[in-house]
């Protein structure tokens, strides 16, 4: 049902379940302000298409917030600032004329907490992106896209029987794939997942690390994780943050992930990497 290479169904697949290709995201001289305050001083980092890069860096250093300056979601928040810029394949994010709906579309978001909706069945989980970006699918389609968003998911063998329960009756693990299966349905071209696998046990973790692999394949993954293992196992390219006592957070060193663990050149990133703070 997936095409290998999207696009290449002989003729097509629907478009409701075509999947997106992975985009190239690149942050250039990212600033980000809460009032007065700045958290992020002129961060740029180049996400490559097809891969998954892993954000890592203590706590309050500004992940989070960068991750959620890449979808827009920076912009609800009453008190922020932004400068700088955000490409999507050299496209800007923060282009007035884009659609902020087409933004969110592209680029989805996977939080720590697993966040279904609850009382909602699995399939309609699934399917809720749908109504907020207007996309119009028949009844086929949409069986179609639900099956394909759960096969990517890592989790249609455990729910196919079960499409009608509610979401909210999965194990943890289970509901984190769900909410993947759920972003997945919008054909993004890139998923944000902020500590996904925080809240959850070591084999949901080891699965969903799996799904991220696979993703990858096709589309552009951007984790963030205390987990030095697993930014290890699962990302090629990695970010180091870091924010100094009283200072914004910056990238302190980026690169191939192999290399950053096993040569870093910076005092800090070997420090950290080594948990030694
Ligand atoms: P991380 O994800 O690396 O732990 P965050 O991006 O959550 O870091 O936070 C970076 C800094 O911004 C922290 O000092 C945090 O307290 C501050 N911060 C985060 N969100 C808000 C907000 N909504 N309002 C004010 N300050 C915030
Ligand atoms: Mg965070």
Known sequence: VIPAVPGEVPGGA????????????????????FGERLVL???SLTM????????????????????????RMHELVPSAALAGEVLLDGEDVYDPRRKLTDARRS????????????????????LAGLRLTGTKASRAEKDELVES???RAGLWTEVRDRLSAPGGGLSGGQ????????????RPEVLL?????????????????ETMTEL????????????????????????????????????????????????????????????RF
Not at 175 to 186: E, F
Request: glycine share 6%; charged share 20%; with cysteine.
């Open 48 to 71: 490559p298409a097809r891969s998954v890069t892993a954000l890592i860096g203590p706590s309050g250093c500004g992940k989070s917030t960068f991750l959620r300056i890449l979808n």
């Open 14 to 33: 629907p478009a409701a379940y075509r999947v997106a290709a992975g985009g190239e995201l690149e942050a250039r001289e990212v600033s980000a302000w």
């Open 149 to 151: 968003s759960l096969v």
């Open 175 to 186: 509901q984190q794939r769900l909410c993947i299966a759920r972003s997945l349905a919008v």
């Open 107 to 126: 680029i989805g978001m996977v939080f720590q907490k697993p966040n279904p909706f609850p009382a909602m069945s699995i399939r309609e989980n699934v």
């Open 193 to 209: 997942m902020d500590e996904p696998c925080s809240a959850l046990d070591p084999t949901s973790t080891r699965v969903i690390e």
């Open 216 to 275: 990858a394949r096709e589309i552009t993954i951007v984790i963030v994780t205390h987990n030095m293992q697993q930014a290890r196992r699962v990302s090629q390219t990695c970010a180091f943050f870091l924010a100094a006592q009283g200072t914004p957070g910056v990238i302190v060193e980026h690169g191939d992930t192999d290399a950053m663990f096993s040569t870093p050149r910076d005092q800090r990133t070997s420090d950290y990497v080594n948990g």
């Open 41 to 43: 001083d002129r961060v």
